[in-house]
């Protein structure tokens, strides 16, 4: 009995240093003018959650990494929904320099900082490539 107590414990205490550990990855919220809070990651892999948007009247903006195939660019999807109905999604690729020929093969390029800008410009965040290859976003107050 007591080993399994000790167990759990242990157990608990893993979980714990998991959620820690992802919190490290989210930046400070960012709070807009008209009251909407940004959150986002600092590590942003394929296919996860890198950011969301949180406005006053119930709406929710997640935007996800698409990822990127061999030589492109990575792609970001927006979905804004309010409740369970979707208002709208897109998806938006980021900056990106031209795959070029080399003696030895082609150049594949690399992503460049893409500063996209919503809600009527209420909105202001930075997509980078961080150098292990994931994204990190940044919510800038205007």
């Not at 996800?64 to 990575?74: K, L, M, T, V």
């Not at 369970?84 to 070029?100: A, C």
Request: glycine share 8%; hydrophobic share 35%.
């Amino acid at each position: 009995m007591k080993r399994t107590a000790l167990s759990f414990a242990f157990f608990i205490m893993f979980l714990g240093s998991l959620s820690f550990a992802a919190a490290e990855d989210t930046l400070p919220p960012v709070t807009f003018s008209d009251g909407s809070v940004a959150t986002a990651s600092n590590n942003c892999g394929d296919t996860d959650l890198c950011a969301t948007v949180s406005y006053p009247n119930g709406d929710k903006l997640s935007i996800y990494s698409e990822g990127a195939a061999y030589c492109q660019p990575y792609i970001l999807h927006f979905v804004r929904v309010n409740g369970s109905t979707t208002i709208y999604e897109y998806s938006r690729t980021i900056n990106h320099d031209v795959p070029s020929g080399t003696v030895f093969g082609t150049s594949c390029g690399h992503s460049q900082a893409t500063q996209m800008v919503m809600d009527h410009g209420l909105v202001h965040m930075t997509v980078s490539e961080n150098k292990d290859g994931t994204l990190r976003l940044v919510f800038s107050p205007i």
